[in-house]
């Protein structure tokens, strides 16, 4: 089977799998976005499923987003791993979308390095934003604590160059998945009361994304199960 073949298959599955969870969670299917994670996988895979149809990609490591940016045209990238300040740069750069805001010291290097962006007209709009929270409060998984998102949330919504356009949240390691992905909806609902703006929750992926879309989910963000299985090590 030619690659393209794969793609095919696996995003026909997916995108059928997310039209069942809409249907039984009573969701019209255009409220859940499906963005499909192509971290380790080659910018050809991307290409591909631009063909195929698909605009928007989710990456987790700067190095490697920021090159396939640069060879692919047309392609929405967004940001879902760890950004370590010194990156905020290249990532206003290239993002279309960063999902794991989780500090306002990052929320200020984003920002200026946005409105750098917006000046040497590499971008032409502001960044949006999803601030990931942390459930468990684990640093190595990032995300920040139900404790300091009140005090984030306004941060980024005052910013002239950043948007906020919702929340991001994995469930913790050892937790109920329907609690965490509840408890998540909760606090993104809070987030929307004072910011109706923030329609985005980024939540599920390729082994759970039907209980994601049954407790609120509006974007799933799924490698797997439509790129198959990741290579052991980061491209390039
Ligand atoms: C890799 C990754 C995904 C995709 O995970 P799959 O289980 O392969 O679907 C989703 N979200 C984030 C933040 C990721 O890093």
């Known amino acids: 089977m030619s690659r393209r073949d794969e793609l095919a298959e696996g ?6 799998r997310l039209d069942a969870a809409c249907r039984a969670a009573g969701r019209d299917r255009t409220e859940v976005a499906l963005l499909p994670v192509t971290k380790f996988f080659p910018a050809s ?17 700067e190095q490697e987003a920021a090159a396939k940016a640069a060879e692919l045209t047309g392609a929405r990238l967004h940001m879902l791993g760890h950004i370590q300040r010194n990156k905020a740069k290249s990532v206003a750069r290239w993002a279309a979308m960063v999902h794991s805001l989780d500090s306002i010291r990052l929320a200020g290097a984003l920002e200026r390095s946005t409105e750098a962006a917006l000046e040497a007209g590499v971008r ?5 934003v999803l601030i990931q929270i942390s459930l468990d409060g684990d640093p190595a998984r990032g995300g920040v604590t139900r404790a300091d998102l009140a005090a984030l949330v306004e941060t980024v919504a005052q910013s002239p160059s950043l948007r906020l356009r919702g929340v991001m949240g994995v469930p913790p390691l050892e937790a109920d998945p329907e609690r965490a992905f509840t408890e998540l909806a ?3 609902t809070d987030v929307r009361r004072d910011h109706p703006d923030a ?6 992926m390729s082994g759970d ?4 879309v049954k407790l609120g989910s509006t ?15 980061s491209l390039p």
Do not use: H, K, M, Y
């Not at 995003?11 to 059928?16: D, E, H, I, M, N």
């Not at 032409?124 to 949006?128: I, K, N, R, S």
């Not at 994304?209 to 994601?212: D, G, H, T, V």
């Open 11 to 16: 995003l026909a599955a997916t995108r059928s």
């Open 186 to 188: 909760e606090l993104w």
């Open 199 to 204: 329609d985005v929750f980024s939540a599920g």
């Open 219 to 233: 974007c799933v963000r799924v490698g797997t199960a439509i790129l198959g299985r990741r290579p052991l090590t």
């Open 45 to 61: 895979d991307i290409a591909l499923l631009q063909e195929l149809g698909c605009t928007d990609f989710g990456e987790n490591r």
């Open 209 to 212: 994304l039907e209980l994601a």
């Open 124 to 128: 032409a709009a502001p960044l949006d």
